[in-house]
């Protein structure tokens, strides 16, 4: 070959060689998913844990300003509704303290209405923008969060990825009188929780489920009279045992099954799909994440406000 024809020479790849190249970048491309979904997960968990601490503080934020927690549910379970009309629980309460202050003036006017006999039906019949997702309730893990629709023709709301700890035993009755912290008509004062704030859960993740014929309630916090807006600490976090929510709104998920219809037992447990656990806000304000494998005997200490037990090792 002439220097002139070797200069003009251009050498190309062999198929071997972009064989080669294909493997590595799959290899690499391999690698590096697992690596991105897990900094996405620790991302979503931490939105989780930072509205957690959103709600803690406005927990606290409304007990400095009416010495008391919110109600866990303000009615009974149905059977001793009080009043029947304001369908409100704790999530609803503590809207002007994380900066949703509008929405609580629409759906407190409502209330007034009602109170005073100018307007008839249920608090959430008239409140403006009851249908908008609050972010601060929302967990990004939770592919069906945020749920804002329910079956066609009754829309009763948007749904959230929190509910109050009502205690370590099913809710049953009308829910009242229970050993957590928020239950129906519950009015807890924090020095009330003698086993200590670092001791005792306030609020925990659980799974939303898209509705299908069947309404799932499991998080609606507008008209919360059916149980799905607490939870019990009577099973350990993602327990395979179903809810079971009152007259049986509950639409069974992966992760989120349902109890057998027709159960006399009411009560729904924390569920999260992060891996390992939950995400759980202590009575102090700290989250921590509560691992699936936790001690069944320190998660139920965890539920109760006043029952002497000891929560440690958690």
């Keep these: 070959m002439t220097e002139k024809n070797f200069q003009n020479y251009q050498r190309g790849f062999t ?24 900094v996405r997960e620790a991302a979503a968990r931490m939105k989780c844990q930072n509205n957690l601490k959103q ?4 927990l606290h934020n409304y007990h400095d300003a009416n010495a008391v927690l919110p109600p866990g549910i303000n009615t009974g379970i149905p059977g001793a509704h009080f009043p029947d009309w304001d369908r409100r629980g704790w999530a609803l309460f503590i809207l002007p303290y994380i900066e949703q202050d509008a ?16 307007a008839s039906g249920h608090t959430i019949d008239g409140w403006v923008g009851f249908d908008i997702a609050v972010s601060v309730f929302q967990c ?4 069906n969060s945020p749920k804002t629709q329910t079956v066609a023709g009754n829309q009763q709301g948007a749904h959230g990825n ?27 004062r924090i020095v009330a929780v003698t086993d200590g704030t670092s001791n005792t859960l306030f609020a925990a993740e659980i799974l939303v489920v898209k509705d299908t014929t069947q309404h799932d309630l499991r998080g609606r916090y507008n008209n919360n ?13 993602n327990t395979t045992l179903g809810d079971q929510i009152q007259s049986g709104y509950c639409v069974p998920a992966t992760k989120a099954p349902c109890a ?10 924390s569920r999260s799909l992060h891996s390992g656990g939950v995400n759980g806000l202590l009575g102090d304000g700290s989250v921590r994440l509560i691992p699936d494998a936790v001690d069944a005997t320190v998660y139920r200490a965890l539920g109760s406000a006043a029952g002497g037990e000891t929560a440690t090792g958690f």
């Design 162 to 188: 929190y509910a109050a700890c009502a205690g370590n035993t099913y809710v049953g009755g009308t829910g009242e009188n229970l050993n957590g912290t928020f239950y129906s008509k519950s009015k807890t």
């Design 260 to 269: 057998t219809p027709g159960s006399t037992t009411i009560g729904i447990y």
């Design 140 to 143: 990004p893990t939770d592919p």
């Design 55 to 58: 709600i803690g503080l406005g």
């Design 225 to 237: 009279i059916h149980g799905g807006t607490i939870f019990t600490t009577l099973n350990p976090p």
């Design 15 to 38: 198929l071997i060689e972009l064989l080669v190249v294909i493997a590595i970048i799959a290899i690499l491309i391999g690698l590096l998913l697992p690596a991105v979904q897990k």
């Design 103 to 118: 929405s609580f003036r629409n759906l407190d006017a409502r209330a007034r209405a009602l109170a005073s006999g100018t």
